[in-house]
């Protein structure tokens, strides 16, 4: 049952991420099931999340296929090392901050990515402001999203 609940929660987040924009700006919501399997269930279960997810992100995307693997592998192995509460006690602003933080390096991570093997997708100044506003959108998240050791 486990796992029916976490792809009926990639599909709603791939679902919701291609409808929902603020500001022109698609939300990357993608990376909150894969932070979440990081900071719930460690570091082995986050990159994987993280490469499945990327995987099928990249595969929809018809670019380079490998981006977002590697952006999402990231996010889930570094969500689970560093918030997991093995080297920071977590709280609510930890947890924004955090998923705030993974949004915008794998958002700029995917971006320079594409520069380097593919052809630059946007301009610089234009992934930055996505970044930032992907960043400050997953934030919310952040609140909601805790380890399973939380108090």
């Known amino acids: 049952m486990s ?53 099928l992100q990249d595969s929809m ?12 592998a ?15 006690r977590w709280t609510v602003l930890l947890g924004i901050c955090a998923v705030s933080a993974m949004t915008f390096a794998e958002s700029m ?5 594409r520069t380097i093997f593919d052809k630059m997708p946007m301009q610089f100044s234009e992934a930055l402001f996505i970044s930032v506003m992907q960043a400050l959108i997953n934030g919310a998240g952040g609140v909601l999203l805790r380890p399973e050791n939380a108090d």
Request: no cysteine; net charge positive.
């Open 61 to 72: 995307s018809h670019t380079l296929l490998g981006p977002n693997i590697l952006s999402k």
């Open 109 to 113: 991570l995917v971006f320079f990515l």
């Open 3 to 55: 796992y029916l609940l976490w792809a009926v929660a990639i599909f709603a987040a791939f679902f919701f991420q291609e409808r929902v924009t603020l500001l022109g700006v698609i939300p990357n919501l993608t990376l909150l099931p894969v932070y979440y399997a990081g900071i719930r269930y460690g570091e082995s279960r986050g990159l994987l999340a993280g490469v499945l997810t990327g995987y």
């Open 74 to 88: 990231m996010t889930g192995f570094f969500s689970a090392l560093f918030v997991s509460g093995r080297y920071f």
